[in-house]
């Protein structure tokens, strides 16, 4: 049955946002951790960045900085790469950890990786479909319409599916970057540790968001079902 003043489905999200702040505990407490540490090899982040895309054939690609703490992205419709205020000029393992997995990138997208090349042609429908679909769901909540209830739900599978894709695309991400740094030497073998110690509790975000999207999609599907009993 439907409250209309009380959504008992709320409960659902809970397990997700738990998660997703460990998540993002793990995350703050490993890359502060390593970003104590300094790099046996003394290089900065945008250092290590440059040789390793020299090396993979990616001299045409800019290294530019970014601010933010954490905002490092690979742009492949600029070819760009941009490292934030944090990893730019540091010379931590953490730092060099993040920078090698944005070249990680870099090449996914010389090569055409497949799940890199599905993100960029969904996203920018995700991205209305991440502003239209809860809205749509609620206003057919309110008035009694499975019509925009099931498009909201329908909409929001979008958004799952882009979690989808970016899941496996991070995780790939993340092993060339630990290959390329421990064959070029980069940093050693008790640095590749404490990178990939980085590397896989950023990677748990990814975890976190594709769960509470799952969760929330339970949710929906919850509410439309009271609304129709």
Known sequence: MFYPFFDPTIIVLIPALLF???????????FSKY???????GLTAQEVSRRLLDRNGLSDI??????????????PRSRVLRLSDSVNSSRSIAAIGVAAHEVGHA????????FLKLRNAIAPGVQL?????????????????MNLLNAGI???CGVLIFHLVTLPLEFDASARA????????????????????????AALTYVAALVMTVLQLVRLLALRNMRRD
């Open 20 to 30: 997703s702040l460990w998540a993002q505990f793990k995350v703050k407490g490993a």
């Open 35 to 41: 970003s104590e540490i300094r790099a046996a090899s």
């Open 62 to 75: 800019r290294i530019e900085h970014v601010a933010g703490e954490l905002t490092d992205h690979y742009d």
């Open 107 to 114: 090449i996914q997208d010389r090569e055409n990786y497949g």
């Open 129 to 145: 479909c991440s502003t239209l679909s809860i809205p749509l769901f609620f206003i057919g909540l309110i008035f009694g319409s």
């Open 154 to 156: 329908l909409l929001f």
């Open 178 to 201: 630990l290959k390329l740094l421990s064959e070029t030497g980069t940093l050693s073998g008790t640095e590749i540790g404490g990178a990939k110690s980085v590397l896989d509790a």
